[in-house]
């Protein structure tokens, strides 16, 4: 059974920190690797891919991939309140390509 | 903005109603997707069409039948559906590759069964 494990959290940092947000897998053929932001009553919103190990550096986020170690990592620097949110690891599963959803840790950033 | 676009947003149906949920891509995607969200738990699989074939059936309950009439086009077909069914369906849309499949979701429809 492949599997995508995360904290659920809550993880609560104050703003402007650096929130960290972990994620192990279990499938060790696995290619691709997203996270996934979702607010409250919407649908998830794709924040980051990373495809090879290393860091990746979009604004704000850097996800970090470390395939010896199955384990991919999301941070978010200088965290605002509207970074409040669940943040979902998914990576691709399968022949098809789909994706195999961790269960999502909750972040909470306090003014 | 999401480029899949999702209607109905919100469907209160009865047990005994048949209704559609139905989903658009223009991003020339040739896979697209259906999953199911309860609150506080991530998407599940329900069903994925690659090149307007149905490729995966998660063992989704014959209530619920998909159809692909073409590569934009995706529809969730509901038939007598019980309260538990109850929850947000969330279309998705992506290339056809082995690496590199980056998934674009919509913003779902909320589904209430009354």
């Known amino acids: 059974q492949k599997e995508v494990e995360q904290n659920s959290g809550p993880l609560s940092v104050p703003e402007g920190a650096i929130a960290s947000l972990n994620c192990t897998y279990s499938?060790?053929?696995?290619?691709?690797f997203f996270w996934y932001r979702q607010y409250s009553g919407k649908s998830p919103e794709l924040i980051m891919s990373i495809y090879s190990n290393g860091d990746k550096e979009d604004g704000r986020f850097t996800a970090q991939l470390n395939k010896a170690s199955q384990y991919v990592s999301l941070l978010i620097r200088d965290s605002q309140p509207s970074d409040s949110a669940t943040y979902l690891c998914a990576v691709t599963g399968g022949s098809q390509g789909n994706l195999i959803f961790g269960k999502g840790t909750k972040l909470s950033v306090k003014p | 903005d999401t480029e899949v676009t999702q209607t109905p947003k919100h469907l209160v149906m009865g047990m005994t109603n048949k209704k559609s949920l139905k989903c658009e891509q223009h991003?020339?995607?040739?896979?697209m997707y259906w999953y199911k969200q309860k609150a506080k738990k991530p998407p599940e699989l329900m069903f994925v069409?690659?090149?307007?074939?149905?490729?995966i059936n998660e063992s989704v309950p014959s209530r619920f039948s998909p159809e692909c009439p073409n590569s934009s086009l995706l529809n969730l077909h509901l038939h007598a559906l019980q309260p538990e069914d109850s929850a947000l369906y969330l279309c998705a849309s992506s290339q056809v590759r082995v690496t590199g499949n980056t998934i674009y979701f919509g913003e779902g429809s909320w589904l209430t069964v009354v």
């Open positions: 991003m020339g995607h040739r896979a």
């Open positions: 069409y690659s090149y307007e074939k149905l490729s």
């Open positions: 499938d060790r053929g696995s290619q691709s």
